[in-house]
């Protein structure tokens, strides 16, 4: 082969077309390698409408080109961003359409946590950049929300916490959002749920949650990366309805949890910070209306000594009048004198006056008077029914003004009485409900406790396959004072066994107490279980 390749006038040479010089290659390039791990830098990133992804890998001094089909972008967990230090898992192959060499890429994982931090700090950066981590769009966490959506894992604990720590504090009707909290599907998921409680129309079929709870349990970084994805943090940003973050334990912190409106270090917390202790509120408007009740009681005896000191400051009543009724009577002695001075003053007066008085005259006078009441006849005539019909139609006004006020009262009333009906029909139900709630929550309380007492018994322990030693003096819990003891009691979960130390053989009968030594046997919980 080489002396034909070495012809120089190459008439020997065999004439290879492009197909199959491309075919060796592939064939050679495949072989040689087949699976690789390479490590390296993601430059340029390309996804056209295909669904198929295109990048680059590249170090300080060479590039390879490389290439994810769909159905493999669909199934990983990380996907490759430009500038990222990744390690990507394929198969190295060639692409003959453009005479290059290429990798097939199955998957993506960063290169280390480094990796990861840092593609995490420049989203963060990023996002921060756009106003969704401000403190001036966070809204308000309801008092008492009274419905509250979880957006979780119907199947982990997280869920069974929440609703625990709601049902002990103050229960609530609760909404769950079924959602994969990590791994591929958790991004679009969580921000669709999201979106889907927002979307719900206040009234409807369903009601529309007051609080959000997007809520997980805790892990790795990898675990929680869904929660980091641009798409949940501005779904995050976005709700209308108040959202609580609880992902992780109190230590992780994710991306949503800046654009969260408040943050919970833990799923229970979430929960105690979404509703108020109802025993505790109680409580306190017991206690607020006990001092409502003295403070009113304690102004109403304010104003009462008050009005009792300004009464005695005011003096006796007939000290105020006792100097008007004596200036009364000196008044009184003097009047009966001076009427009768007066009276002569004025009849002396009178008399010069009489003498020259004429009948003419009176006469005169007379005429003149009697024509000016004839006037005033006249005009007062016709004043009375003028006067009448204005006070007719005053009391016509005023009585119409009554009835409309009495009708307005009446509807106000009845009103009234309704919604008194209304609210004491609902307090009834309540007042009526109360009991059973209480007794099904003391009731699942108790069924708890005994399953745990099962649980933690010593006979549990037994049927594990461990035993209790006891001596004649009590419960044994060395070799050392086993071997010392006439005969020993084996207890199993099943039955006692009796055992007589240095090959004296075993008896499935009960061991019988010394009867000149009686000692108070301890609980079985205090035995040596080996």
């Not at 979106?195 to 790795?220: E, T, W, Y």
């Not at 609902?426 to 069924?447: H, K, Q, Y």
């Not at 020993?488 to 075993?506: K, M, Q, S, T, W």
């Amino acid at each position: 082969m080489m002396d034909l390749w070495d012809d120089e006038s190459g008439s020997n040479a065999h004439d290879y077309t492009v197909s199959e010089i491309s075919g060796a290659v592939k064939r050679v390039i495949e072989g040689e390698f087949g699976r690789v791990r390479v490590r390296g830098e993601v430059g340029r990133v390309s996804m056209p409408r295909s669904g198929h992804m295109y990048f680059d890998l590249k170090d300080d001094r060479s590039v390879i080109a490389a290439v994810s089909w769909k159905g493999q972008v669909a199934k990983m967990e990380v996907r490759p961003e430009e500038g990222m230090e990744v390690i990507a898992t394929g198969k190295l192959t060639t692409f003959p359409g453009q005479s290059k060499y290429q990798l097939i890429v199955d998957t993506v994982e960063p290169a280390g946590a480094g990796a990861l931090m840092a593609m995490l700090e420049a989203r963060r950066k990023q996002l921060a950049g756009e106003g969704l981590f401000e403190a001036e769009h966070k809204r308000a966490i309801p008092w008492l929300p009274n419905v509250i959506g979880v957006v979780t894992s119907p199947s982990g604990a997280v869920i069974r916490d929440i609703l625990h720590r709601l049902r002990d504090r103050f229960p609530r009707h609760v909404l769950i959002w079924p959602v994969a909290v990590q791994g591929q599907a958790c991004a679009p998921e969580v921000a669709r749920a999201i979106r889907g409680f927002n979307a719900m129309a206040p009234g409807g079929p369903i009601p529309r949650p007051d609080l959000i709870i997007v809520a997980r349990g805790g892990g790795s970084i990898e675990d929680l990366w869904g929660f980091n994805e641009e798409a949940v943090v501005r779904a995050a940003f976005d709700s209308e309805i108040p959202l609580i973050s609880a992902v992780g334990h109190e230590t992780d912190t994710t991306l949503i949890d800046y654009a969260s409106d408040r943050r919970a270090p833990t799923p229970t917390a979430a929960a105690e910070m979404a509703v108020p202790v109802r025993a505790e509120l109680a409580s306190w408007l017991s206690e607020a209306q006990a001092r409502m009740g003295r403070a009113a009681r304690g102004r109403l005896e304010q104003r009462d000594q008050r009005l009792r000191d300004l009464s005695r400051g005011l003096g006796r009543p007939e000290t105020l009048t006792q100097s008007a009724r004596q200036r009364f009577d000196m008044w009184a002695d003097r009047l009966g004198p001076a009427l009768r001075t007066l009276v002569l003053r004025k009849g002396t007066r009178f008399a010069p006056l009489s003498a020259r008085i004429e009948p003419r005259l009176l006469r005169q006078f007379m005429g003149n008077e009697a024509r000016r009441l004839d006037g005033f006849a006249g005009r007062l005539q016709p004043a009375p029914g003028v006067r009448l019909r204005r006070a007719q139609r005053d009391l016509d006004m005023l009585a119409r003004r009554l009835e409309a006020s009495k009708s307005r009262m009446i509807g106000d009333a009845q009103r009234r009485i309704r919604d008194d009906h209304t609210r004491l029909d609902g307090l009834t139900v309540r007042l009526s409900r109360l009991p059973e709630t209480r007794i099904e929550a003391l009731r699942e309380r108790l069924d708890r406790l005994d399953r745990m007492r099962q649980t933690l018994g010593y006979r549990e322990t037994l049927k594990r396959g461990y035993a209790v030693v006891r001596g004649p003096d009590g419960v044994v819990t060395s070799a050392v004072v086993a071997g010392k003891q006439p005969g020993l009691e084996i207890e199993f979960a099943d039955d006692r066994l009796a055992v007589i130390p240095g090959g004296g053989g075993a008896s499935t009968s009960p061991a019988k107490p010394k009867p000149t030594k009686k000692k108070s046997e301890p609980p079985p919980d205090q035995g040596s279980l080996f």
